[in-house]
């Protein structure tokens, strides 16, 4: 199997991406199923970039990034919009769902497609014009509630640094915002974004990052450099790891991925379930197992390298944090959980 070259810049790895069949087949060998997911329209378009695609060897890796044949099949419970965010939308770009914290969706572009994405619904359309996002800042500048805004989409980081800087400033500018956040998979799949120039952006703006890993084989030299670079610029960075069946559910592997983290200055912040999105069945493990799995971590490893395990209340009833099986009913086919304000919601797991 013949690697074609690839680009070094970021924008070239971008204008690279992996999109098609014929693309991926000249990195790694398809099954029948892996290429039947091809055929008709998907939920969810291919994108890798050439330098994460070097690493689809990794079983764990190609697990999250090859598309399934059944993932076109919606399970029971599952949803398009699993968090709810469409019936908290305030404006085209912004979801207000918690009192003093807002969603800020930039972009839909992503660099990779996650198999398992919770935005699937939007990430991969065309992306938006800065110019689209006046009536995003007029809201938070209205509503004096807000303090903290997560900017997510797609993924911040791949906006040019004119547009990120742009939105940052305006951001900083409204006085009742105190904590700027990105949601990023950036340095796991793009590395060489973290230039110098961006880093002293994210610093003049006193962002905190939150970035998405799944497995320690994301952790290559080039992704430890781009942390260390971050980390080197003092952005604070935490890090959002999503739990998927058969890619990182033993305890061995999230203690390897944890304290990998920390090596690099990334505090494990987020244990995910995962969203009971469309098509997500095959990565979902049963509740009870992230319970356990959590247990087994606090006392045999660091309480630094330990995340919190979350459930996203399905229907937008915010993130609980799942400590035993005491915080949790089972009704049939559904897990009963209780967020913040005491409201019940369902998330659908049918056991393992
Ligand atoms: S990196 Fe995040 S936004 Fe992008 S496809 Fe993966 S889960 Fe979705």
């Not at 014929?22 to 330098?51: D, H, K, W």
């Not at 009536?135 to 807000?146: D, G, K, P």
Request: charged share 25%; glycine share 8%; with cysteine.
């Amino acid at each position: 199997m013949h690697e074609p070259e690839i680009p070094h810049d970021w924008q070239g790895q971008i204008a690279s991406r992996i999109a098609t069949l014929g693309q991926l087949e000249e990195y790694i060998e398809l099954t029948s199923g892996e290429r039947a997911a091809f055929e008709g329209e998907p939920v969810l378009s291919l994108a890798v970039t050439p330098c994460y695609a070097k690493q689809l060897s990794h079983p764990a890796l190609r697990g999250t990034m090859v598309p399934s044949e059944h993932e076109k099949e919606p399970g029971s419970g599952e949803l398009a919009d699993p968090l709810g965010e469409e019936e908290h939308r305030v404006t085209p770009h912004l979801i207000h769902t918690y009192p003093d914290k807002v969603l800020f969706l930039a972009t839909t572009f992503c660099p990779v497609h996650c198999r398992y994405c919770t935005r699937s619904r939007m990430v991969g359309k065309p992306a938006d014009s800065l110019s689209l996002f006046g009536q995003t800042f007029q809201y938070i500048e209205e509503h004096t509630e807000i303090r903290d805004v997560l900017i997510s989409g797609g993924d911040p980081l791949a906006l040019t640094d004119s547009v990120l800087d742009g939105i940052l400033s305006r951001l900083r500018k409204i006085p009742h915002i105190r904590v700027v956040r990105i949601g990023s998979k950036v340095p796991a799949v793009l590395p060489m974004r973290i230039t110098d120039e961006l880093c002293a952006i994210l610093r003049k703006h006193r962002v905190w990052l939150s970035l998405h890993f799944i497995h320690a084989a994301e952790l290559t030299p080039e992704t430890k450099a781009a942390c260390r670079k971050l980390s080197d610029h003092g952005i604070g960075m935490v890090s959002q790891t999503v739990l998927l069946k058969g890619i990182n559910d033993d305890a061995q592997t999230l203690t390897d991925l944890f304290y990998g983290l920390l090596e690099i200055n990334v505090k494990p912040y987020y244990l995910l379930q995962c969203d009971p999105v469309h098509g997500s069945a095959r990565f979902r493990t049963s509740v009870e197992k992230g319970i356990e799995l959590i247990r087994s971590l606090h006392g045999s490893i660091s309480g630094l390298a330990i995340p919190q395990y979350v459930i996203d209340a399905p229907g937008g009833g915010g993130k609980v944090p799942i400590l035993g099986v005491e915080q949790i009913r089972r009704e049939g086919e559904d897990i009963v959980i209780t967020n913040y304000e005491g409201k019940e919601y369902r998330y659908p797991d049918p056991g393992s």
